[in-house]
């Protein structure tokens, strides 16, 4: 019967919505999985880098990487409201909040001084900041109120390093030596939530000890 069918029709898409609620809000947020913590070989980073010409300019290309993937639309920042200054700056901070903050764990320099022990990496960024990475480490890491979670560990000759924030970026470092180890190559990629990828290569020709 018509009326029948219609009612049916609607029970069953009730029903595939109220599943499709359920599913959506059974999602479980992604983990990254631990890596090989034993050093390949005879495989060592150490020694004293400095940046190729072509690569001192790549924070801008760095910032546009982050700007696409961050999952931060600008007028979502920057949209005009008659309400008080407060309220914009609170709700722009909300919109923040709501994308991609791993990009703040990153740490850029031209010299780097990088120092390989059984157990982890050291790198001095411009005699600045050091930043460790532990081989085989899976742990959370934090800088204030932010938090991700960073795997460590070794792909082949590559060391990988990835950090997932809450919001679901992911931050990728890639680190490999070339040409009879007098290169390093540092690649650095930016995973949106919806796995859009923006990467970066650095490349650090090694130098006697300044």
């Given at each position: 019967?018509?009326?029948h069918?219609g ?10 919505a ?21 050093v ?30 961050d ?35 990153l ?15 050291f790198i ?33 000759d590559?060391l ?10 992911k ?9 009879n180890?007098?290169?390093m190559?540092?690649t ?15 490349l ?7």
């Open positions: 019967m018509p009326g069918t009612q049916n029709t609607m029970y069953r898409t009730c029903k595939l109220a599943l499709a609620l359920v599913v959506g809000a059974c999602v479980t947020p992604e983990v990254l999985e631990p890596r090989i913590g034993i390949p070989g005879d495989v060592d980073l150490s020694g004293y880098w400095n940046i190729r010409a072509d690569g001192r300019n790549s924070q801008s290309r760095i910032r546009a990487a982050i700007h696409k993937t999952g931060v639309e600008d007028d979502e920042l920057f949209k005009k409201s008659n309400r008080q200054t407060s309220s914009q700056g609170r709700r722009s901070r909300d919109s923040r909040a709501k994308g991609g903050l791993v990009f703040v764990f740490e850029l320099g031209e010299r780097l001084k990088v120092t390989q022990t059984k157990h982890g990496l001095s960024f411009d005699r600045s900041i050091v930043e460790e990475f532990r081989f085989g480490e899976d742990r959370m890491i934090s800088v204030g109120q932010i938090e991700a979670q960073r795997v460590t560990g070794w792909e082949g590559t990988v390093v990835d950090t997932l924030d809450r919001n679901g970026m931050l990728t470092e890639r680190f490999r030596l070339l040409q180890d007098q290169v190559e540092r650095i990629i930016f995973r949106s939530k919806k796995q859009d990828l923006e990467s970066i290569v650095q650090f020709d090694r130098v006697v000890e300044p």
